[in-house]
């Protein structure tokens, strides 16, 4: 993505680990790795793992031209290739027996799918540091606002009362799960790659399972039972969990994007100089950061595609389907992280308005407690009757733009039910939020659970 629009879109801490400079990184230190791996069981010398893991400490610059690596790639298919003959001789230049050695018994997808699972590795942490971040800041909206009443919404029209806080500890909770997917693929999908041309590390002989072990612990990655070259579902977990993020991140960029909405005006993305400014309108304050996030969630169903498509792999080792992961993979970690880092700026510091929570529940004229008074006269004239009692007054309050409670004071069947305290009692929004607060409650507890 052009540097113009990066800052909106992306996180830099992240967008960094998948530059051209941290992928090559990468695949160096997959080199060493396996290098000192065979080393330790005996495939190689120990001498010319030495020599191989000193040269690649060095500044990635130092040891390969990029731009002689991007003119091989396009002719070899991938970029392991011309980095492996740009790593061996400058290998050479120090130890010509060293250089023998580079890159033995592996395949060129073995270094680009580890060097891919130490990127995922090193994306995921900033990830979950941030999530936990902003399931702490949403929870302290729900504790703050457990009790402050305001319009629930279905289908865009008022529906019945909520508090805000009932909204965010949704919020809260659907990060926390999404802090379980984080943390579940680090558990279970961060794997070496080791197989050779078909998985079978035949150039190793009898001593393949023992390097991919030692591979794994050089680089704190998970050892796998057997070679994935085609097998992506790993891969994939890694990116549904990103999607999944981005998704729900989406859905609370909507929710407070339309709270904005100036007739609503229920909260405020947080101010800032030159922040949601308007370059003809002085006196707009656009939502910008649920534009970024919103128009990430646009996107990342699309690369999700791509990588859905990518788990049809031909035989042991694929043509185009692998490749294609290589464009849909980083931009989804970048578009995650993007739309969570702008989460998290609106979640400390959202500017939340009571008073405008509170005309919007009378905007309606008590039309909203319907509901409510339909299931209080129900027991007495059964449920059906009392729906149409009520919605004929509902008909009338509109008719003659008055308060509903105006209009069912003057039912007989009503006075003869209640008494004008009890029906005041009846449509006060307070006294119809069901079981919010044990939701809330039961939110806070499972999210103090998991500290």
Same mark, same amino acid.
């Given at each position: ?26 695949m @160096?230190?997959?080199?060493? =790795? %396996? $290098?000192?791996?065979? #080393?330790?069981?005996? *495939?190689?010398?120990?001498? /010319? ?19 002689? @690596?991007?003119?091989?790639? =396009? %002719? $070899?298919?991938?970029? #392991?290739?011309?980095? *492996?003959?740009?790593?061996? /001789? ?24 580890? =060097? ?12 979950e ?45 659907s ?80 929710d ?25 309108m ?40 692998w ?51 339909m ?39 009503v006075q ?30 499972k ?5």
């Open positions: 993505m052009s540097q113009l629009y990066a800052s909106l879109f992306y996180l830099a801490e992240v967008d960094d680990m998948f530059s051209d400079q941290s992928l090559v990184a990468y @160096l230190q997959v080199e060493a =790795a %396996l $290098a000192k791996a065979q #080393a330790k069981v005996g *495939v190689i010398p120990f001498a /010319a793992a030495e020599h191989i893991a000193a040269l690649i400490a060095q500044p990635v610059e130092t040891i390969i031209d990029f731009n002689q @690596l991007a003119e091989a790639s =396009a %002719l $070899a298919g991938n970029i #392991a290739i011309p980095l *492996v003959k740009q790593l061996t /001789a400058k290998v050479k230049a120090v130890d010509e027996n060293a250089a023998r050695y580079v890159h033995w018994g592996a395949t060129s997808q073995d270094i680009i799918d580890t =060097a891919c699972m130490l990127q995922c590795k090193a994306a995921l942490q900033p990830l540091q941030r999530l936990k971040q902003a399931i702490k800041a949403t929870l302290q909206l729900t504790q703050d606002y457990r009790h402050q009443v305001m319009v629930g919404r279905t289908w865009l029209q008022q529906g019945l009362p909520l508090t805000f806080g009932y909204k965010t500890a949704r919020w809260s909770e990060l926390a799960r999404d802090l379980n997917r984080v943390q579940e693929v680090q558990r279970n999908c961060l794997t070496v790659q080791l197989g050779g041309a078909v998985g079978t590390l035949a150039s190793l002989l009898n001593q393949g399972s023992q390097v991919v072990e030692a591979f794994a612990t050089e680089l704190d990655l998970l050892v796998p039972a057997c070679t994935w070259h085609a097998e992506r579902d790993r891969i994939t977990d890694i990116a549904h969990v990103l999607a999944t993020l981005t998704g729900n991140l989406g859905k609370m960029a909507k407070w994007s339309l709270m904005m909405q100036t007739e609503i005006a229920e909260v405020y993305e947080p101010a800032g100089q030159g922040r949601g400014g308007s370059s003809t002085p006196h707009k304050r656009n939502p910008v950061a649920a534009a970024s996030i919103l128009a990430a969630a646009n996107r990342v169903p699309t690369l999700m595609t791509s990588m859905y498509q990518s788990l049809v792999q031909e035989h042991e080792r694929s043509l185009g389907a490749h294609a992961e290589w464009l849909a993979l980083p931009e989804l970690f970048r578009l995650t992280a993007g739309s969570l880092s702008r989460a998290l700026e609106v979640f400390e510091g959202l500017e939340v308005q009571p008073e405008n929570m509170r005309r919007n529940l009378e905007c309606t004229q008590g039309l909203m407690m319907a509901e409510a008074l299931m209080a006269l129900a027991p007495k004239l059964g449920r059906l009757t009392a729906h149409h009692l009520v919605e004929k007054a509902c008909q009338m309050a509109v008719l003659e733009k008055c308060h509903l409670a105006e209009v069912v004071a003057r039912i007989p069947e003869a039910i209640f008494t004008s305290n009890e029906l005041k009692e009846i449509l006060e929004p307070e006294n119809y939020l069901g079981n919010i607060q044990a939701q809330i409650d039961a939110v806070i507890q999210i103090q659970g998991m500290e």
